[in-house]
């Protein structure tokens, strides 16, 4: 399993990445796995506001439905809809596959590196 | 197998009217429809042709064993269907005066009569159309009381981990918050846990006994009273009250308010999906709440009256008379010894089911069970790779409907069977054996099982796509 | 007594010796006592078949049934092919469950996703789900569909079924949504330019749903209220009659969000209110909005084309209190039924239906106007109209149903709304006319 080293990792396996102030967040390669095929995501709008930890939008395999929390508190900037044509891309490229873009305005204090990250998936097993 | 679409042809038809009597009306342009709709132009003996064909590759009560656990497919028997074309019901139109359907009151009062000795509980609606469609109801019924106390607090449902996902749906389209309390080791509800989560914000509780693990809870009295004395009310989802009907009543076990399925318990045909009927049985306090219209007696006439605070109405009309009519036809059948026999057998089916296969498959939950129970493929997965998903799908290949799987969340791999009273013993050692033949090829040869069924229309099909791109309906036009 | 219990005293007795126990009551003794019941219930005995039948044939004889029918009201008596009925009564079809397991329910699964279609093609949307309990409920759940977090107030005309409003307000309440009522002007229409100004103010509307034809048979105006709808960012919704769609131009065609409707007409028998059948179809943006369930096309692991229940992830049973509907079972026989129905009609036998029921109805009401009632229906109409006249609407009923005859249903002390389908003669019509025709005649005297 694959976890880049510039990236930041929340416990509940979104990765997050500033770019120019601004977060990008996604779905870590071990949510992806664990999710399997992943059929639709249902995203916030431009504009929304969240909190650290909020729930911001929900992925639906076949038979589940999981919520994505917010490894940070903000704005939403932009929204990848591209994903809601292709929910197929969070499972092959998951690194690539941002959900969305954040303006930050609250950081999370628990966030890991990939490092950290990867040993709490392990501890978590 | 081809669409009604991909059948006939241009001007393939029937003629069923007479030519018009009267003189055309020409609508105003601006109202007509342009494009005609792409219906399928077919002839009757191809429309008899194709569906004969369908129901060929459609599986019913009549074709075998059913065990869909929490679903109570029992038999459905043919003189309901036969009360239920009575042109005396079916050609009476919802809206005639009283005076002209004292058939159709009598036949709600009479029915009403028996589900309230049933359910040990005073007052009934027929109005909602289904299962959830009572829980809805039911609930108003909950909100409307405590807001009629100007108790605006109460924002909270609670619903054990156990619950049917209907439960918490309904309680969310009440505006309710959901309070998911965790099962004890047999699917009840803990009670501590249950002192713990209720207050003054507790509005009710929604439970089934016996529980979706098929075990009665022994602290039923215990837990209405608890939410009781927060001041909530107490709700019975009464899709396994074929377990205890004519045993046990949950007027009697503290509950305040509670739906029952026709469509279950008293024999009516699912077809396919529906129509149910959910008619909601509560207590004296909570009659006025009711919805739509109930029958009255007086002086030897039905009438229909309205209730002072009803919460309104949740279908256009009475309710699914023609349902209610097949269950009235069912319990006068079954009558006083019937009812209780029937729970009997469907418990002691369960029980003779759970014993066969205990020794193949994790049954999680020791001692005797009510009319269903939960086994699980935890071990043979472990073991084989072979999981509960596969097992069913290689009961398709034994001409059986296989359990219902995955359900419910609080058991791994879970496999719920429910017989029903109306399987034979034969028919159950005949499926118990299968299941065992099943176990056993599992450690032989688990692939054979991963793509099962093999003699089924269709293999397993592609489900990812079917949800990623969904392709809901067919495209009559041609290309062009 | 009849209890369909095929095991023998015998064969339970083996039963019971496998668990373990002595007797089937034994297997209850972990149920506390105070909740056993001691007593049998206070029912009757069981009866034969023969003894149940005969009882309820007496139920049916208490029920007036009506040689003509004038009533519609949204529940309407048409013809229903002998083919309609054979077909839904195969035990494949009728004793079958939701199709979970689509290798052994590909025929079920097949049967709804026909239905889509052809939902699809009458009321000129995208997408149908397998259906709802009834009209007035799907008409619920169409406008809570249409709620989020940003628009909240559900707008309904007055011109609506006044029973499909009563269940939607039930909803409403439930959820604690706003349901704002649009006027009707004194044609029985709905008031548009009140509507304009009611969504004018209104940043939180959510939708608007109007009936065409309406409650009144009344033919209104779509196609402005759609552009007054969709400039204030709310979604259209219709509610219709699915017979009138032969020739009516359908919701699709006048740009609509969703359509809505009572299906009964397609089929089935008036049966006393129920089973009916609730279709609800939207355009593709609000695929995944939709409640209920929904059948897709895929393929099986052969490539072979397969049906199976779809976009369950939107579903009660797996995303529990964030449903948006908590709806499991459905109406899937009567939908069943509506399509064998309308495979037997065809678009033209379909479009037969209407233009007989528009042209008996409009033969009605001449008559009717004849005899001395006033058409006060106030424009163009369906199969529906409404008349006032001095003699009450309650006299007319009676003095209809002394000759067997349903009349229109008495709205208030003096006006009543007639229905006519294709099942209607011309005979009937004179019929009724004679009627009213000597009680107004009685009356001026």
Known sequence: MNFPKELKYSKTHEWLKMEDGVAVIGLTDFAQDELGDIVFINLPEEGDEFGVDDVFADVESVKAVSDINSPAGGSITAVNEELLDAPEKINEAPYEAWLVKMEVSEEADDLMSAEEYEAFIESEK | ?480 | MGDFIVNTAREQKEMCQAIGVETPSDLFNGLPEDVRLTAPLNIPEGKSEAEVLSLIEDMADQNKVFRTCFRGAGAYRHYIPAIVKNVTAKDEFKTAYTPYQPEMSQGILQSIFEYQTMICEMTGMDVSNASLYDGASAAAEAVMMCRDRKRKTIYVSETVNPRMREVIMTYATAAGAKVETVPACSDNTTDLEKLESLLAEDKEAACFLLQEPNYFGRLEEPQIAEKIVHEAGAKFIMACDPISLAVLKSPGEYGADAAVGEGQPLGLPLGAGGPYLGFLAAKQDMMRKLPGRIVGETTDHDGNRAYVLTLQAREQHIRREKASSNVCSNEALCALTASVYMAAMGADGMAQVAQMSASAAHALRDALVEAGMEDVTGGEFFNEFITASKVPAEKIEQACMEKGILSGLPLDENRMLWCATEVNTPEEVAKVAAIVKELAEGGAQ
């Open chain 2, 1 to 480: 197998m081809k669409l009604i679409f991909e059948r006939g042809g241009e001007g393939h038809r029937s003629d069923f009217l007479p030519k018009n009597a009267f003189p055309e009306v020409q609508f105003e342009e601006r109202f007509q429809r342009t494009e005609k709709p792409a219906l399928p132009e077919v002839n009757e003996v191809e429309i008899a042709q194709h569906y004969t064909q369908l129901a060929k590759q459609a599986f019913g009560v009549s074709n075998g064993m059913y065990p869909l656990g929490s679903c109570t497919m029992k038999y459905n028997p043919k003189v309901n269907e036969e009360a239920a074309s009575l042109k005396g019901f079916t050609e009476i139109h919802p809206l005639q005066p009283a005076e002209t359907m004292q058939g159709v009151a009598a036949m709600y009062a009479t029915l009403e009569k028996y589900l309230l000795e049933i359910t040990g509980m005073d007052h009934v609606t027929f109005q909602p159309a289904a299962g959830a469609h009572g829980e809805f109801t039911g609930l108003q019924l909950i909100q409307a009381y405590h807001r009629a106390r100007g108790d605006e607090k109460r924002t909270k449902i609670i619903v054990p981990d156990s619950a049917h996902g209907t439960n918490p749906a309904s309680a969310a389209m009440c505006g309710y918050q959901v309070v998911n309390v965790p099962s004890n080791e047999k699917g009840g509800i803990d009670l501590a846990l249950l002192k713990e989560a209720v207050g003054e914000d507790t509005a009710g509780l929604m439970l089934t006994n016996p529980n979706t693990l098929g075990i009665f809870d022994e602290n039923i009295e215990e837990i209405t009273s608890i939410v009781h004395e927060a001041g909530g009310l107490c709700y019975y989802d009464g899709a396994n009250l074929n377990a205890v009907m004519g045993i046990a009543r949950p007027g009697d076990m503290g509950f305040d308010v509670m739906h029952m399925n026709l469509h279950k318990t008293f024999s009516t045909p699912h077809g396919g999906g529906g129509p149910g009927s959910g008619p909601v049985a509560c207590k004296e306090f909570l009659q006025e709440f009711l919805p739509g219209r109930q029958v009255v007696c007086e002086e030897g006439k039905f009438r229909f009256a309205r209730q002072p605070k009803t919460i309104g109405s949740v279908t256009a009309f009475d309710g699914n008379a023609l349902v209610v009519l097949r269950a009235l036809a069912y319990v006068l059948t079954l009558g006083r010894e019937g009812i209780p026999q029937a729970a009997e057998n469907a418990v002691l089916n369960a029980n003779y089911m759970r014993v066969g296969l205990k020794d193949v498959m994790d049954v999680p939950y020791e001692g005797p069970c009510m009319h269903e129970f939960v086994a699980s493929a935890k071990t043979i997965k472990k073991e084989t790779g072979v999981a509960a998903l596969d097992i069913a799908k290689g009961m398709i290949d034994c001409e059986m409907h296989p359990p219902t799987i995955y359900f419910p969340l609080i058991v791994d791999e879970a496999m719920m069977f429910e017989p029903t009273e109306t399987e034979s013993k034969e028919s159950i050692d005949r499926a118990v054996e299968a299941i065992k033949g099943i176990c056993a090829k599992a450690y032989k040869d688990p692939e054979e099982l991963h793509h099962a069924p093999h003699h089924a229309p269709i293999g397993r099909p592609d489900e990812v796509t079917a949800a990623r791109h969904p392709v809901v309906r067919y495209e009559v036009k041609e290309e062009e």
